[in-house]
């Protein structure tokens, strides 16, 4: 198992609302490389990562309004380019892209 450690100051990644200012959470996510070598594997490692940043995003889902949506899904976004970029993996960059691609 490989574990990545990601700590986000999310005012210094994305533009934020003042109400949300000075958020920030330490994300840890744990996964085994090898699954990373097939396509299938690399696909089911990026819906769990993107079932755990969705989790970890929630902290502005106390909060009300357009804003904390649009906050919620920047955190989200912001996270899951941070990951994918930390974890270095061919397969996941293309289960990321696929993603994104398919959400524009």
């Given at each position: 198992?490989?574990?990545?450690?990601?700590?986000?100051?999310?005012?210094?990644?994305?533009?934020?609302?003042?109400a949300?200012?000075?958020?920030?959470?330490?994300?840890?996510?744990?996964?085994?490389?090898?699954?990373?070598?097939?396509?299938?594997?690399?696909?089911?490692?990026?819906?769990?990562?993107?079932?755990?940043?969705?989790?970890?995003?929630?902290?502005?889902?106390?909060?009300?309004g357009?804003?904390?949506?649009?906050?919620?899904?920047?955190?989200?976004?912001?996270?899951?380019?941070?990951?994918?970029?930390?974890?270095?993996?061919?397969?996941?960059?293309?289960?990321?892209?696929?993603?994104?691609?398919?959400?524009?």
């Amino acid at each position: 198992m490989k574990n990545v450690m990601i700590a986000l100051a999310m005012t210094g990644m994305i533009a934020s609302p003042a109400a949300f200012a000075g958020e920030q959470f330490d994300f840890e996510f744990s996964f085994d490389r090898a699954t990373l070598q097939t396509e299938e594997g690399a696909q089911a490692t990026y819906d769990r990562l993107q079932d755990q940043i969705k989790d970890a995003c929630k902290f502005a889902s106390s909060r009300k309004g357009l804003s904390a949506v649009r906050y919620e899904k920047q955190c989200i976004a912001a996270a899951t380019e941070e990951t994918v970029r930390k974890i270095n993996s061919d397969t996941l960059k293309t289960a990321h892209f696929n993603e994104v691609s398919q959400n524009s």
